[in-house]
Each structure stands twice: as C-alpha cells, then as structure tokens.
C-alpha cells in the first residue's frame, strides 16, 4: 500500500514524487523519485522504519517548504493509539530527505485519554456518585433462550450478555449485572461447561438453576479454588429464587430471581465482599469519530445475522440516531424485537463481539433430553469481529488465562476498543461466519 506527495525537494522548480510505502511484514519506508531523473526510483532503500514503528494506517504524509529554503520538505503525521499525535520531519537535502522523529507531539497537558479512566468494567460507564459500589462482585446469571422462555426479564441493566451454545446448538444467555440492579432476572437455567471458563474474568457469583451430577462436582471444584463463588438451588439457596406463570411460562422456563435476593444469597455464600472486576477495554465516554480505537479501516455495517438454528437466528439493526444495534430473535417462524419484559426497554447493543473458536461436542450429557454437551477453547486466541459505530472491524482475539478479561487487534495489530455501553458477545465455531452489509 502506498500514499504520495508532490513537491519540489531539490529545488528545480519541477514537482518531485515522494511515496510512503507499506510493505505486508509491516515495515515501512518513504521513496524519492525526482522530475530530474525522470521520476525514476533511484534510492530503493530510501527512508526506512522497522516492523510497526512506523504504523501505515493511521500515518499520513505531507508535503511543504518548512525552513524556507525553497525546496520541498516531508511530514508524517501519526495518531497513536496512545492519544497523543506524532509529527516527523524529513528535511530535504537536494536528492535525499533526512529523518528527525518526533519533532513534534501532543503536549502531556492537551492528550485525551483514549481508554476509558474512572468507569466501569464491564460496560465502561462513566462511576458516578451514588451509584453501587464498584468493587462489589458481579452477578453472572445464566438465562434461558428457548422461545418458551422468551421474552426475558432483567437482560437491559446487564453490563455484557453472552450468547453461548449449548447442546443440540441451542443457546443461552450468560447475564452479568454490576452497575445495576434488576428486580425481575429470569428466566434462570442450568449451568454449562462455558460458564466456567466466562464467570472468573467478572470474578462473579454464578446462578443457575442446576446441574447434573458431573457439573455440579466442576462447579464445587471450582468454588473451592476461589474461581468465582455460586448460587444455585442445587447449592443450597433456593429461597432466592421463585416459579411463576408470567406469559404463560411453565417449568423449567418459569424460574425467577432479583438483584436484591441474588446479592443477599452471594454474601451468604462468602462473596460479599471487595473484588477487583478486570476491565475491558472500552473508549473514554461521550461522542468520538467512529474510526477511532482500532477501526482504521474497518467497513460499514448495517444490518448483521448471527447463523444461529432457525428458531434462534439473530439480526441486528444499527439505528444510526441512537447509534446502537437493535437486536431481533426469530422464534422459528419470523424474527421478532428483543424487548425486556420487566421495563419494556428495547435491548440495544453499542457493541456487538464475535468470537470465534474451536467448539467440541463432547459425550458428556447435561440435558435430560440425552443431547451431548458442548465445550469450547476459550483461552490462546482466534478470529474476531467486533462491531459498533455502524461499522465491522475484523480482527484478533487474545486471552493468556480464565481469570483475564478479553483483548481484540484488529488486522494492523492495533487494539480494538469498545463503545460504552451494553455488549452482547456471541462464541461461534471457527468454520461460522457473519454476514453484514
């Protein structure tokens, strides 16, 4: 890839071509190629930067007679991801440019922060007075996604949703509340193999319904190494969870819970007390270009399906006023508006998160249909597509360990933030694919 300049750098009178090149292992060089010499590249070599010091995407050249000795000089402008704007200069000296870098930068005073300071974790909201406290320990509720338990309660005050596969290549729903407090959670399932691997990056309080014999034993296993702590009837707190008949609901779709009961159940387990939730990486809060935060590069995104079986196929809609994602859900016959039934809010996603990664069907049966259960890689890394802002930046996702949250690059290497708001992520197989336009 390459971006040109015109000017007159040995001072002939006669416009020079000066090029900044990208070569694909990602080093960089700027090339003269003088009217003199017939525009001929003479200096194959010419200005040479490493592997990614100097980044081409967010780079650009311009041309102009800085020290007013009537040729032509060269300038890179770059937008670091940092915040800050770096300035180089390449002076002219006749047939040849000389490289000075940085000779100017954003002051320290006047850089605005790219990442979000001062937020929350999990959806990167600015933390305001009065609020809960920041420390107290996520609720990762598991939701069930059968369309006998839609429409869900609750899913519009959680920080990040989770769409995950689960036997027979349904879905469900991890839920995790931090900044807020639902009065009506449901409806609440049983666990699965990937809530294991999700739950100890919020180093959350997972409920669910229950388990079989084999989950269960994980799960405890899991509690008593201090991955994440539990609440379940199974485990013992069935008082913080009811049935009811809400639209018609019958067993097992009908099982309900709250904020204030799940929070009471936690603390009775030992997890009431301070943790330190890892943040994900959203941009600081208020309006920004759409391009910023690793989407140099990225492409329109209108509408987006996620090639779920028919009767939980999901389409997104950017609304380009609120830019947020609408989300629908098809109940096998026509797609119908996500909306939360315990306040009527339309669920709208600034971000959505596309995971892809190697999805086992294992011989291990949780449901009491005999469908075997799914497990899934979810540490190393693999492909990811992230999308907000109306537009689709594909890219890298990163994780070193279970208790780490999630890191996403784009094609360029560089880090891709998140909006604030909700983010709904969906862990696909790695031979799915995503369709936008």
Known sequence: KARFVAGDVDGDKRSDIIDFYDYPDGSSRVHLMLAADG??????????????????????????DWNKDGKADVATVTAGQDGVTHVGLLTSLGRALQY????????????????????????????????PNPH????????????AARPHYGISQADMVWELLVEGFITRLATYYHSQDPQTIGAVRSVRFSDRYTTPMVRGSLVFSGASQLMEGLVRGDIASG???????????GNAFYRSGVDGKVVPHNLFTSSAALRSATSEVGGGGSVDVPAWDFLASGPHPATVGGFLGSVGAGTLTIPYRADALVRYDYDANANVYLRYQSNGARYVLEVDAANGAWIMAKNIVIIRTDVIVTNVVDDAGGAPSLDMRMIGSGPATIFRDGLRQDGTWSRANLVDAFTFTNLYGHKMYLSPGQTWVHVLPMDWQVYSN
């Not at 107290?136 to 369309?147: E, G, M, S, Y």
């Open 136 to 147: 107290r320990r996520p609720l990762a509720v598991k939701i069930d996604n059968a369309p």
């Open 227 to 237: 991955l994440y702590v539990g609440v379940s009837p199974q485990l013992g707190q």
């Open 39 to 64: 525009h001929a590249l003479r200096d194959v070599i010419g200005v040479a930067w490493p592997i990614g010091a100097m980044p081409w995407l967010p780079t650009q050249i311009v041309a102009g």
């Open 100 to 131: 000075a870098p940085d000779a100017w930068t954003t002051p320290a005073a006047e850089v605005r922060a790219l990442g979000c300071v001062n937020c929350w974790p999990l959806n990167g909201m600015p933390l305001l007075a009065g609020q």
